[in-house]
């Protein structure tokens, strides 16, 4: 089972940006979505977006499209969430998941990384 890395959360004011990276311990297999997600607290964990690791499709969160992007470097075993736009509302915990389909989770987590925008 895939070993899961989160870094580059930070605070930021809004209208700012933050990249994040997730890298995995192995190669994921080409079968496989790589998701983020993100919890605020006192709410549920919610999907932000996905990117299939065979062909590199994406999938996003009405909340989030158009300002964040997902990517992926193969030869680093690395997913990238790249958040632009920053609003208050976007402070969470987030995390990477694999699964195999956007918004799911096979159920292995990483540590997280916080995200905290200011107003």
């Known amino acids: 089972q895939l070993q899961l890395a989160e870094s580059g959360g930070g605070l930021v004011q809004a209208g700012g940006s933050l990249r994040l990276s997730c890298e995995a311990s192995g190669r994921p297999y080409s079968s496989h979505v790589m998701n983020w997600f993100r919890q605020a607290p006192g709410k549920e964990r919610e999907f932000v977006a996905g990117i299939r690791w065979s062909n590199g499709r994406t999938f996003y969160a009405d909340s989030v499209q158009g300002r964040f992007t997902i990517s992926k470097d193969r030869a680093k075993k690395t997913v990238y969430l790249q958040m632009n736009s920053l609003k208050p509302e976007d402070t969470a915990v987030y995390y990477c998941?694999?699964?195999?389909?956007?918004?799911?989770?096979?159920?292995?987590w990483g540590q997280g990384t916080q995200v905290t925008v200011s107003s």
């Open positions: 998941t694999v699964a195999t389909n956007p918004g799911e989770s096979f159920g292995s």
